[in-house]
């Protein structure tokens, strides 16, 4: 008896953790529906050196970006009804473009007919001004999933004459992107990039 007795209390504990756990799972999934944007703004704040020296703590770049919460170098480029453009933030490379999107989500998967229409035409004429305004005439254009919560955006890394000293292919870029972190992070690249950064202006006002 005292063995079905503590068979009894056991299945009853797992029992009531089921329910625990499913009532858990229930009240999240109502938080990400009423709040689509709840796992963009649950995680910790993190500080990022932007390329022009800034130190900022932001919950979601893309976010800030898109909502003008914060300015990347050279000044925001170009926008749509659904994405932005601006030199990267973080690394000072001339021409390091990416593409963002307004809305909070994770990848081309869950573009909506609109942002599909958009996209395309945007990417086109990113590609085309960094030739035609910028001279650069090799891209790789990289789309990275990083984590479940990272918010939409597209490298369109540049390839410039002294990045082949480190590499020239796809598996380089990381440390040409850190070699660039370390010495270009002068005055000089600053103004640079922000001159830059009027001419696609420019380009993308006609």
């Known amino acids: 008896m005292l063995a079905y007795g503590a068979y009894r209390t056991r299945a009853a504990a797992v029992f009531e953790m089921f329910i625990f ?7 999240r999934a109502i938080v990400f529906f009423l709040c689509p944007s709840w796992i963009c703004y649950t995680r910790p704040m993190e500080p990022i050196i932007a390329a022009d020296g800034r130190e ?3 919950e979601c770049l ?3 970006i898109s909502k003008k919460e914060v300015e990347p170098p050279g000044g925001m480029i170009a926008e749509t009804d659904h994405f932005t453009l601006a030199n990267d933030f973080e690394y000072p490379i001339k021409g390091f473009l990416i593409i963002g999107s307004k809305r909070h989500f994770q990848n081309v998967a869950d573009f909506t007919p609109e942002e599909s229409a958009d996209f395309s035409s945007f990417l086109i004429k990113t590609r085309k ?7 650069i005439q090799q891209v790789t254009i990289i789309q990275e999933e990083k984590s479940k919560d990272s918010h939409f955006h597209v490298w ?4 410039h004459e002294w990045m082949k000293e480190i590499g020239s292919d796809i598996v380089s870029i990381r440390a040409i992107m850190q070699y660039a972190k370390e010495h270009y992070s002068t005055k000089e690249m600053t103004e640079e990039i922000s001159t830059d950064s ?9």
């Open 62 to 64: 893309g976010c800030a």
């Open 21 to 27: 756990s499913t009532c858990i799972l229930h009240f």
């Open 129 to 135: 001004a960094m030739r035609d305004v910028l001279g």
């Open 56 to 58: 900022v703590a932001l």
């Open 156 to 159: 369109m890394f540049p390839w």
């Open 198 to 206: 009027q001419k696609l202006r420019e380009y993308f006002s006609r």
